[in-house]
């Protein structure tokens, strides 16, 4: 863990970005900071322009400035065990499944050092997690949303990992998940395919991107209709790739309730009545559900399965739904 602050001298402002807000530029250019976190740095007085320090995140840059941008060492560098309970659906000596309750974060972030899994973990393995990872992420070998609740399989070794890591990679792990979307699929079931990177407009989102990013394929069938207003859909994962499912299914125009990223004109669109629609309307999270989750024990050899049942708020919403 570095106790140092690290310096930034950025290139100068060119013409063609004159003008630009200045928390804007900074995330343009460095893409590996947010741009909530950027902003922080800004109004904490961690940015200088010639000697002067800048605290105005919306101040206009002008070509030919160089800013200088001094980043504090992360909060912490290592999560600490925190006493959180845990739904362990499977735990042996090399792996554990758990059932993710939505809102907690898999791993520490800006934003999140306290309260996410890993903590838990920490505090349940001890010190038997698979250091691969590294320190903020031991065991840890896929993850999910923050709000996406699920089937997570975790590594308490070394061996269990680098094989759960290879299965991944060669696309032989089994995921199913539950999606309730606004509108209703067409075709009922199909393929969607298209690479996956991050949105040239918005640096928070990520999009099918016509060069760049990462293939990523996603088989989907329609499980039940309501209307003309959603559909509980299920989405098997051929890849892996960051939000695929919500930018997958919200590019063919079926955003998921809840979802605050991707949703854009669907909630004024539905046919409910007026009470449904509100409710459906302030669902409090994307409604995804990592249901099931199937690999091979890298240590066995066996095939092993794992089901889960949808958490009450997404079977609250489908009772909801059903009642119109």
């Not at 863990?1 to 100068?12: C, G, H, K, N, V």
């Not at 309307?281 to 089901?307: C, E, I, W, Y």
């Amino acid at each position: 863990m570095t106790t140092e602050d690290t310096i930034f001298m950025l290139p100068e402002v060119q013409p063609n970005e004159n003008n630009m807000r200045l928390d804007r530029f900074l995330a343009q250019k460095m893409p590996e900071m947010s741009r909530s976190y950027l902003q922080k740095l800004i109004c904490g007085g961690n940015l200088m322009l010639d000697e002067v320090t800048i605290t105005d995140n919306a101040r206009k840059v002008k070509a030919g400035d160089a800013f200088v941008l001094n980043v504090p060492p992360a909060e912490e560098a290592e999560p600490k065990p925190e006493n959180i309970a845990l739904e362990i659906v499977y735990e042996d000596d090399d792996l554990l499944v758990v059932n993710k309750p939505s809102g907690m974060t898999v791993h520490p972030a800006a934003g999140a050092w306290h309260g996410t899994l890993v903590n838990a973990l920490l505090f349940h393995c001890a010190d038997n997690l698979s250091g691969i990872g590294g320190v903020k992420r031991p065991g840890i070998v896929h993850r999910i949303d923050k709000e996406t609740s699920g089937l997570l399989v975790v590594a308490k070794n070394d061996l269990a990992h680098q094989n759960l890591s290879e299965q991944f990679a060669e696309h032989t792990i089994e995921r199913t998940y539950l999606a309730v979307v606004y509108g209703v699929p067409q075709p009922l079931e199909g393929i969607i395919e298209g690479n996956i990177g991050r949105s040239p407009f918005d640096r928070k989102k990520m999009a099918i991107v016509t060069s760049g990013g990462k293939n990523a394929v996603t088989h989907y069938k329609t499980r039940q209709i309501f209307g003309r207003a959603a559909a509980l859909v299920q989405c098997n994962l051929e890849t892996g790739r960051t939000h695929q499912i919500r930018v997958h299914l919200s590019s063919r125009g079926y955003a998921l309730i809840g979802d605050k990223v991707y949703v854009k004109n669907k909630k004024s669109e539905i046919a409910l009545p007026a009470e449904i629609k509100n409710y459906v309307n302030s669902f409090a999270r994307q409604a995804l559900h990592a249901k099931s989750l199937g690999f091979v024990h890298p240590r066995t050899g066996k095939q092993m399965q794992f089901d889960s049942e949808l958490p009450a708020d997404m079977q609250e919403l489908l009772q909801k739904l059903q009642s119109c």
